[in-house]
């Protein structure tokens, strides 16, 4: 018991059964679906499902940037024990200068196209609450330590360049160089190679998890690949509809996956072995607009049986650590 | 970058030249005949036929093309026949009163344009972005005389706090000419009281002018930052904590600035030549006021000189446009093309 509360403690972020939905011409969409999530201090977890299961819309809550559309129609997201969904101004300020940063997804855009690198970090810094955060020099040292720590090549002639004059990688290890140029509790990258050359995307990961550890951050990494979530993260939840489906060790995850979308998923990696073309998953996502009432998954379920159209499976805890929502998996049934 | 600007420079003056073509051959096409209309219609016919001798009316299109070419490239523009003087007197008189009549619509413009559009962006699709709308599609269909109309009805009648027509008020002497801007000039000699005058003069004719410009910047300064603010990079400016007014005077309107200014500085630029009815309406001493009073006389030189005088003003703002989005852009300032 005494070992939880410990474990409770160590949580910088904690969401708790978060509902989401989005307004749009046809009525709300729900996206969330009762989402559940922690990140522990210093850990590196993975969030792996396929476009459009409300992946970035989770960590967009949890960093407090949803668009003006989104609705939140329950939960809680707690961060370092404080609910951000009822902090004040002042908390959200605090929460923005120093605990979280976010890399998006598309590197292009998420450097403004008409200020220099230099400009665009200083302004961060500025706004870091760090000691001596007003003063220029400090903004130029960090800015420098910042992009050599990325092994950017150059940095004061980096700042001096517009974001277009550099190519993606680049861009997208600027954007790893601003949000760890000042401490911060955790991380949020979302996607942060899928817009890359293949050729570096390898090479942007391992930047991305050096830095992590370097600076004591947690991680939270959104991806559609089960391959890059294992290189990076420490645990991995598998999301469908937004629902955390299953989450477990990345390891064990690998040894073992449990829920019948996860297996699906797990399919869908080629094998150099061969065994042919992977065979995915047939069917595709609900309608967010009128989703099925039970378990989201059901009508794609090779497994499905008649309660799974009743009501959301609770999360099974199958094996320590090893949680996963599907009623095959209830104490007393064997899977 | 200087040999970009030198390009357009180049190009714009071949644009000129196929304007001073077009205007010529379009005044001379139009009906009436110039030196009857100056005379009147009691002249003796000898004196009418010396006349259009005079200004070589009597000869081919081409000829006479080639000689008022060869006027203005030395610097004259021709004889007005009704005012009687060299043109480029009557121009050094009308064009001040409207470049500063122009110039301080254009300060509402781009100022009240940014304002508006910020807020509208700033509360998009909310209470002040609906009736920032809803004013700036009033600003877009109604014509600016209607404004002029009901603003005199309101200022001039109802609260009577502003003079309805001239420059300055009867009874002050015009100040000592050295820009031509009578606020600039009697503030140079330190009349300020005659400067307030002048400016009293020219509130409410400048606001009138100013409406639809102001309506479209603002239109057009929501649209690109709305759109800008979809941006990811928005949305990281956001999560890093940077305050919100900063965000949106600094790092969404910079990247938003390329279509407000082209369309402000056209709209900015439409108002040298295109102000007749406000300027009539407003009794102003204006370089529109002037065109139009010698389209109707068929004054040919006078058409000609006051088009070819917005024309350059025109072309000129272009050149300026391009300038400062360049500076505002590096994409636009750093790539070799033109």
């Known amino acids: 018991m005494e070992t939880h509360i410990k474990e409770q403690d160590n949580r910088v972020v904690d969401v708790k059964n978060l509902f989401i939905s989005f307004r749009t011409f046809k009525g709300y969409t729900k996206v969330l679906n009762g989402v559940n999530l922690h990140v522990r201090r210093k850990e590196k977890i993975a969030i792996v499902g396929e476009t459009g299961c409300g992946k970035t819309t989770t960590v967009y809550a949890i960093a407090q940037i949803l668009a003006k559309q989104a609705r939140v129609d329950g939960g809680e997201i707690f961060f370092k024990g404080r609910d951000s969904l009822r902090m004040n101004e002042k908390e959200l300020k605090q929460l923005r200068a120093s605990g979280i940063s976010v890399i998006f997804q598309d590197p292009i855009a998420s450097l403004n196209p008409v200020f220099t690198i230099g400009d665009q970090m200083a302004e961060v810094i500025r706004y870091s609450g760090i000691e001596g955060a007003r003063d220029p020099r400090v903004q130029r040292e960090r800015t420098v330590a910042a992009l050599r720590e990325t092994s950017l090549p150059d940095p004061e002639r980096l700042m001096e360049n517009y974001p277009f004059q550099l190519s993606g990688g680049m861009r997208q290890r600027i954007c790893i160089a601003m949000s760890l140029a000042t401490p911060r509790d955790l991380v949020i990258a979302d996607e942060p190679t899928t817009n890359l050359d293949v050729t570096i995307q390898d090479q942007v990961l391992k930047i991305l998890r050096q830095r992590v550890e370097e600076k004591q951050s947690a991680l939270i990494l959104i991806t559609h690949s089960l391959g890059v979530a294992r290189e990076v993260a420490d645990r991995i939840y598998v999301m469908y509809a937004g629902n955390m489906v299953e989450t477990a060790g990345a390891e064990e995850l690998f040894r073992e996956c449990l829920h019948p979308y996860s297996r699906g998923l797990m399919s869908c990696i080629p094998k150099l072995s061969g065994g042919g073309i992977a065979s995915g998953i047939p069917g595709h996502l609900p309608s967010y607009y009128a989703p099925p009432p039970g378990c989201r998954f059901e009508p794609r379920c090779p497994h499905a049986m008649p309660r799974c159209k009743q009501a959301m499976p609770p999360m099974y805890e199958a094996a320590p650590g090893h949680c996963v929502a599907c009623y095959l998996y209830e104490r007393g049934t064997s899977a | ?338």
């Open chain 2, 1 to 338: 970058m200087i040999l970009k600007i030198l390009k357009r420079v180049v190009s714009y003056l071949l644009v000129l030249l196929g304007l001073s073509v077009f205007v010529f051959i379009l005044v001379r096409v139009m009906p009436g005949d110039t030196a009857r209309l100056a005379l009147g219609p009691r002249a003796p016919e000898e004196t009418v036929q010396a006349l259009r001798r005079e200004m070589h009316l009597d000869k081919s299109i081409p000829v006479q093309y080639y000689y008022w070419l060869k006027g203005i490239l030395q610097g004259d523009l021709g004889t007005s026949v009704i005012s009687k003087r060299p043109i480029t007197e009557d121009i050094a008189f009308y064009l001040p009163a409207t470049v500063e009549l122009a110039l301080l619509s254009a300060i509402f413009m781009a100022t009240f344009g940014i304002l508006l559009g910020v807020t509208a962006t700033k509360y998009s699709e909310k209470w002040p972005d609906a009736i920032i709308r809803v004013l700036s599609y009033l600003g877009i269909v109604a014509p600016a005389f209607l404004w002029a109309v009901l603003a005199m009805l309101l200022f001039a009648y109802l609260i009577p706090i502003l003079p309805v027509s001239g420059r300055i008020s009867a009874g002050i002497a015009p100040p000592v000419t050295r820009t031509g801007l009578y606020i600039v000039d009697y503030l140079l000699q330190g009349n300020f009281a005659g400067a307030w005058d002048a400016f009293r003069h020219l509130v409410m004719p400048a606001i009138v002018l100013s409406f639809g410009g102001i309506s479209q910047s603002a239109r057009i300064c929501r649209a690109s930052m709305v759109s800008n603010m979809e941006k990811p990079y928005a949305a990281a400016e956001r999560a890093y904590g940077i305050p919100e007014n900063k965000i949106l005077y600094k790092y969404l309107l910079k990247p938003s600035l390329n279509s407000f200014i082209s369309v402000t500085a056209l709209d900015i630029a439409m108002l040298f030549g295109g102000a007749y009815l406000v300027e009539s309406i407003f009794n102003y001493p204006g370089l529109s006021r002037y065109g139009l009073t010698a389209m109707l006389n068929k004054d040919v030189f006078a058409v000609s000189a006051v088009m070819l005088v917005d024309g350059v003003i025109v072309i000129g703002f272009n050149l300026v446009t391009d300038i400062i989005i360049s500076f505002l852009d590096p994409r636009i300032r750093y790539s070799s093309s033109t």
